[in-house]
């Protein structure tokens, strides 16, 4: 029985279901009437009326005002959590008897009453890409931290047992690909903007490019996450080169690197839920298979962070520069320097050992490399392989990092130990590429002082 099959035969049921349980409404429901079949939905035992049900709320959901979509969504936070009474009695069960048995019960009383409903709105046809979109709009709520919070628990926690690696579907995207599809990589591109079809059919159609992506058996034709490869003859630098109009192909058969330039996610509904570590290394796999000569697995990648980063560090005249840094970088601040052949030269050092602290020494809150895109790779057990101040002149790249991009090396041999370097021990594995260009923070004047004082 094919998938396409099985749902024409579970939106029919559904019809039938509504025709002789509820009539069809002529204006949208309002939340309370929703909320009110939720609870039915979760007292329901038949399977074909629950079928209804779920779809009517899915529907009704989508057919309300932005503010009742917001009270619809509290609702759900506010009105389906754990049972309080069968909570109570299994935590008083357990501690009168901590067995096995009794701390199943537990969890079960536990669990929010919400994930089984939605586990329940998932069985109507097209469920699961409508709870997609209904966390999209969940992320959206200016308090989505605060009273939403408990309900984005549950989305997040069904969405990563749903979403898991064994359902998706590696599929390659090229010039052949369903229109419907290649429309939506043009709308879903998130790194480098693909134009028009023209520019997508040079990313796509040449022997020496390549896109993956992945998808789930029930979003039918809406990629998950896809990646743009350029086959090439040795590691870039830019992304100019890789992108222009008039570039000439070579052939496949001659390229020793595999080089990752955009990496795209597609479905903010499933932000958070990772999926790209495993499409790098399925690519890797695949692409191995097809080329044995390649030897490199890199990626050319924008540093979204530094230009902000920069901007601070100097605000504070912080000690991760020195002054003769600080001083330089003011020339950022010259009209058009990224054409200036001596504004380039310049500060192309000066921009370098910044870098080499960006990655290497600024830290978030946790500890973390304050980049999102250097912890993506570093936790995938890349490694920091090069810095390239003028890798991205274009507006976007200039606006967001000064023109930085930066590669990062995939060696399948590597990868497991440069994971656990950076999980548990929070190490930035990087090159001596890198590495040359870090310098220790200048100390402050006072801790000079200290020194010099008598003891």
């Known amino acids: 029985m094919t998938g396409s099959f099985l749902g024409e035969l579970i939106q029919t049921i559904a019809d039938r279901g509504r025709a002789w349980i509820a009539p069809e409404r002529e204006t949208p429901p309002s939340p309370t009437h929703l909320l009110r ?36 969504l509290h609702g759900l936070a506010a009105q389906f959590g754990p049972d309080a009474d069968a909570l109570a009695k299994a935590i008083a069960a357990y501690q009168a008897a901590p067995t096995p048995a009794g701390a199943t019960r537990l969890h079960i009383a536990a669990e929010a009453r919400r994930q089984e409903l939605l586990r329940r709105l998932n069985l109507a046809p097209g469920g699961t890409l409508a709870l997609v979109r ?48 290649l429309e939506k990589i043009i709308r879903y591109e998130a790194v480098h903007r693909i134009h028009d079809w023209n520019d997508l059919r040079r990313r796509l159609e040449p022997e020496d490019r390549r896109c993956f992506g992945f998808f789930h058996p ?79 697995f890199v990626t050319l990648s924008p540093v979204p962070g530094f230009a902000g980063w920069l901007a601070r560090t100097r605000q504070e005249n912080s000690d991760l520069l020195t002054a003769e840094d600080h001083a330089a970088l003011t020339l950022l601040e010259t009209p058009d320097w990224e054409s200036q052949a001596e504004s380039r030269k310049a500060l192309e050092p000066v921009l370098l050992r910044a870098a080499a602290a960006y990655f290497l020494d600024a830290k978030d809150k946790r500890g973390r490399p304050v980049d999102p895109v250097a912890r993506f790779h570093l936790g995938n057990g890349a490694r920091l392989e090069r810095l390239n101040p003028f890798g991205d002149l274009s507006a976007k790249g200039l606006k967001q990092a000064h023109g930085l991009m930066v590669n990062y090396l995939y060696r399948p041999e590597e990868i497991e130990r440069n994971h656990e370097a950076f999980a548990t021990l929070g190490e930035v594995v990087a090159a001596p590429a890198v590495s040359k260009w870090r310098q220790a923070p200048r100390r402050s004047l006072g801790d000079r002082l200290r020194d010099l004082a008598p003891s």
């Open 37 to 72: 079949l939720c609870e039915a939905l979760l007292s329901n035992r038949g399977e074909a009326s629950g079928v209804r049900l779920a779809q009517e709320i899915l529907i009704g959901w989508q057919g309300l005002t932005a503010g009742d979509q917001r009270a619809f």
């Open 134 to 181: 209904l966390r999209e709009k969940l992320l959206d709520q200016p308090d989505g931290s605060g009273d939403y919070a408990a309900l984005d628990v549950d989305l997040t926690h069904l969405f990563t047992s749903w979403f898991n690696r064994g359902f998706l579907v590696l599929r390659t995207i090229d010039w052949k690909t369903p229109a419907n599809i």
């Open 218 to 296: 029930q979003l039918n034709d809406e990629p998950l996450i896809f990646v743009e490869v350029a086959l090439t003859r040795a590691i870039p630098d830019a992304i100019a080169p890789l992108l222009a109009e008039d570039r000439a192909p070579i052939p496949a058969r001659e390229a020793t690197t595999a080089v990752f330039y955009s990496i795209s996610n597609c479905q903010t509904g499933l932000r958070g839920i990772s999926f790209g570590n495993f499409l790098i290394k399925h690519v890797v796999e695949t692409l191995s298979r097809e080329f044995p000569r390649l030897s490199n």
